[in-house]
């Protein structure tokens, strides 16, 4: 077969035979591979579409079946800062619909990281699938494609419609609230879609004939996650129990109690609903909001059947409820995690990634509806992700990557997926895969007994009885998982190459894998005394330094910090709280002042709030005394800038070395290639110039 047809399993997620001698490549390269995502197939013809990130140019690739050949169906020619999102299909796989540029922040700005005096937006837009200019839709987002050709989406908190084909102006669903997530009907006659009231929450139903819009059983609680039966006949959503105003709210810093939840089923035409199903009241009974955005919290399958994501276990598993209620079947047992799931065609399939049988990876796994046939697709070290089938039901795309190779999409069948996987797009021969690492998995124990997995990347050219300088990484999130290959998420993709590029340079890296990440099961992600409530996890950066000064290949006093997000927060605290271990850092966009800006949370104890800030690195400038290097973009909508500005305010006062790279107009997950390669070139360099000593 044509070499970029084929990529055999042996060849991408084997181990493959590398040199011994370790040959410098530029941070350039290592991060010169494209990230795909967004991948999704059409209900015709065997089409299945992706994005991908070419060092900042975004754009839309396809391929058809039989020979699946990729081919670039946008031209975005610049590293200009607009994301694309939303991928779909029309329902005769001829037009591709997409969104393209960010969220508006608190202020209503759309990210413009260019600081373009032209300004940006956030738009719909469509293209036909042989090519072409595209076309702008309007102003929005989330679109939602119906068989008779509409588009509906959101746009300033209202829903609107459109013509596929742009022949009439859209129109606006003038409902009071902020108006969301749209679903059509399989047939296109009615759009559900969730109507926000602040404290309540309504399933709305718009009817396009009648033009009129009815709410399914109006109540004081919140429903949300609308979705239809196969028959466009009955509506399930889920519904939560309302909460008194003076509740404390947020993840961070509130104190944890269970959020229950219920599965409803309406009468779509009637808009009467009942409650078929209810969680229990436990922790594990709470409400998986992590299944939002990796598969949908429900799912309306074959013979009158949802399949449903829940922890009721202690692990975020799948099961099938009939739509007329009873006990729910357990789908995907085991002490692991379902992380990503879509169905086949038919509806009598699920397939899903989890880490089932191998922790610190992600394999691709089917099951039936009914509990049957559930089967692991391989066992070769790897990472593969986001599994769609494509219209045939025979073939499936997916996402994968290995410890040396990065994502890529792939193909494969139901008949052979054991043993041959298509790649659809080749390597670049100048990415630098035989000179890269293959990371090793450490587990050891925190000062609380808890067993600690991370990721270790050796330098090559290690020699018996040299001491290198070592660097700790924390990912953000915190709902996060560091792997033993690359990331399966364009950031930690990015982390992943600098990991590979800092173990190239001669660092000794430790990927760690703290308390309150996923991966490890709820109780683990959920752990006590986390974040704002005490900083629990902080002792796993603590005893991932003390189990690198252990070994004989690291030098205990150049042990250092870089992290991202929580992993800035995680950084910062690292550092002022103890020093004497970590002798520097660098700290992207971290949280320094839990209560800062009331950002997370409301209604929180007064002594609550002195125990989150007691748990932030403001509380230790004191006795910081290891020199930093602040990475931060200003319009960050995730962690404010202003948590920096504070921080380094405060460690001035204390003459403590400080460096700084701010990036104006760019948000928390850097918009333009150029940021990334420019922030970690800082920190490599800032590194360089505290650890490293001529010679090594």
């Known amino acids: 077969m044509k070499r970029q047809a084929l990529l055999c399993a042996a060849v991408l997620l084997i181990v493959m035979p590398r040199a011994n001698a370790q040959k410098p490549f530029t941070l350039e390269q290592v991060m010169s591979a494209p990230f795909p995502a967004n991948l999704t197939s059409a209900k015709q013809n065997n089409r299945v579409a992706w994005t991908m990130n070419q060092a900042g140019r975004r754009n839309i690739w396809a391929a058809e079946g039989p020979g699946f050949t990729?081919?670039?169906?946008?031209?975005?020619?610049?590293?200009?800062?607009?994301?694309?999102?939303?991928?779909?299909?029309?329902?005769?796989?001829?037009?591709?619909?997409?969104?393209r540029g960010g969220g508006k922040n608190t202020a209503g700005q759309v990210p413009n990281a260019l600081s373009n005096p032209a300004g940006t937006e956030q738009a719909v837009w469509t293209v036909a699938w042989s090519g072409g200019e595209p076309k702008r839709i309007d102003a929005g987002h989330s679109p939602d494609i119906s068989s008779r050709g509409m588009i509906a989406y959101a746009?300033?908190?209202?829903?609107?419609?459109?013509?596929?084909?742009?022949?009439e102006k859209p129109q606006q669903l003038v409902v009071r609230g902020q108006d969301l997530d749209p679903h059509w009907s399989p047939?296109?006659?009615?759009?559900?879609?969730?109507?926000?009231?602040?404290?309540?929450?309504?399933?709305?139903?718009?009817?396009?004939?009648?033009?009129?819009?009815?709410?399914?059983?109006?109540?004081?609680?919140?429903?949300?996650?609308?979705?239809?039966?196969?028959?466009?006949?009955?509506?399930?959503?889920?519904?939560?129990?309302?909460?008194?105003?003076?509740?404390?709210?947020?993840?961070?810093?509130?104190?944890?109690?269970?959020?229950?939840?219920?599965?409803?089923?309406?009468?779509?035409?009637?808009?009467?609903?009942?409650?078929?199903?209810?969680?229990?009241?436990?922790?594990?009974?709470?409400?998986?909001?992590?299944?939002?955005?990796?598969?949908?919290?429900?799912?309306?399958?074959?013979?009158?059947?949802?399949?449903?994501?829940?922890?009721?276990?202690?692990?975020?598993?799948?099961?099938a409820l009939s739509i007329d209620g009873g006990v729910p079947k357990l789908l995907t047992p085991g002490d692991c995690e379902v992380e990503q799931w879509s169905f086949t065609p038919d509806k009598k399939t699920i397939l899903f990634n989890s880490n089932c049988n191998d922790v610190d990876r992600r394999h691709l796994w089917s099951v039936d509806i009914n509990g049957d046939h559930l089967s692991q697709w391989e066992k070769l070290n790897g990472i593969k992700w986001s599994p769609v089938a494509l219209s045939d039901g025979k073939a499936v795309?997916?996402?994968?990557?290995?410890?040396?190779?990065?994502?890529?999409?792939?193909?494969t069948t139901f008949a052979d997926h054991a043993t041959v996987n298509q790649a659809l797009m080749p390597l670049s021969r100048d990415f630098p895969a035989d000179f890269l690492v293959e990371p090793q998995q450490v587990k050891f124990k925190s000062g609380d007994g808890l067993e600690i997995h991370g990721q270790l990347f050796l330098p090559k050219d290690a020699k018996p009885g040299e001491k290198r300088p070592a660097l700790v990484f924390l990912h953000g999130g915190p709902m996060r998982q560091m792997l033993l290959g690359w990331h399966y998420m364009y950031y930690y993709s990015n982390s992943y190459a600098m990991n590979q590029y800092l173990a190239n340079r001669g660092y000794i890296v430790l990927a760690l894998n703290y308390r309150s990440g996923i991966g490890y099961g709820r109780a683990f992600r959920e752990a006590q005394g986390r974040a704002g409530r005490g900083a629990a996890e902080y002792q796993d950066v603590v005893a991932a330094g003390k189990y690198l000064q252990s070994r004989s290949d690291v030098d205990a006093k150049r042990i250092g910090l870089w992290g991202g997000s929580y992993g800035g927060y995680l950084t910062a605290l690292g550092l002022g709280r103890n020093s004497d271990l970590f002798a520097a850092g660098v700290d992207l966009h971290g949280v320094h002042d839990w209560p800062t800006d009331n950002w997370d949370g409301k209604n929180i104890p007064a002594e609550l709030t002195k125990l989150a800030h007691d748990?932030?690195?403001?509380?230790?400038?004191?006795?910081?005394?290891?020199?930093?290097?602040?990475?931060?973009?200003?319009?960050?909508?995730?962690?404010?800038?202003?948590?920096?500005?504070?921080?380094?305010?405060?460690?001035?006062?204390?003459?403590?070395?400080?460096?700084?790279?701010?990036?104006?107009?760019?948000?928390?997950?850097?918009?333009?290639?150029?940021?990334?390669?420019?922030?970690?070139?800082?920190?490599?360099?800032?590194?360089?110039?505290?650890?490293k000593t001529p010679g090594n």
Not at 290 to 304: F, Q
Request: a negative charge.
């Open 70 to 99: 990729a081919r670039q169906i946008t031209k975005y020619n610049q590293d200009d800062g607009q994301e694309l999102s939303g991928l779909g299909f029309s329902a005769d796989s001829n037009t591709i619909v997409y969104v």
């Open 155 to 167: 746009k300033d908190g209202q829903i609107w419609i459109a013509p596929l084909d742009g022949a």
């Open 187 to 319: 047939d296109g006659s009615r759009l559900a879609f969730v109507s926000e009231r602040n404290d309540h929450a309504f399933i709305g139903v718009y009817d396009v004939a009648a033009k009129a819009v009815q709410f399914v059983a109006p109540s004081v609680d919140s429903d949300g996650d609308p979705a239809w039966s196969l028959d466009g006949r009955r509506i399930a959503f889920v519904r939560r129990p309302a909460e008194a105003r003076d509740a404390p709210h947020g993840y961070f810093i509130a104190p944890d109690k269970p959020h229950p939840w219920a599965v409803w089923v309406a009468d779509a035409a009637a808009g009467t609903a009942k409650e078929i199903w209810h969680t229990s009241a436990t922790p594990q009974g709470s409400f998986p909001y992590m299944a939002e955005d990796t598969g949908g919290v429900i799912n309306s399958v074959a013979n009158n059947q949802l399949v449903i994501a829940s922890e009721e276990d202690g692990w975020q598993h799948l099961y």
């Open 397 to 411: 795309a997916y996402l994968g990557s290995g410890e040396t190779v990065p994502a890529t999409p792939l193909l």
């Open 615 to 691: 748990s932030s690195p403001v509380t230790s400038v004191n006795t910081w005394k290891s020199p930093v290097l602040f990475i931060h973009g200003d319009d960050d909508r995730n962690v404010y800038f202003t948590q920096t500005v504070d921080l380094v305010s405060r460690l001035r006062e204390n003459g403590v070395e400080i460096e700084q790279l701010v990036f104006p107009d760019d948000v928390h997950d850097f918009l333009l290639h150029r940021n990334w390669l420019a922030a970690y070139h800082a920190a490599s360099d800032f590194f360089d110039r505290h650890f």
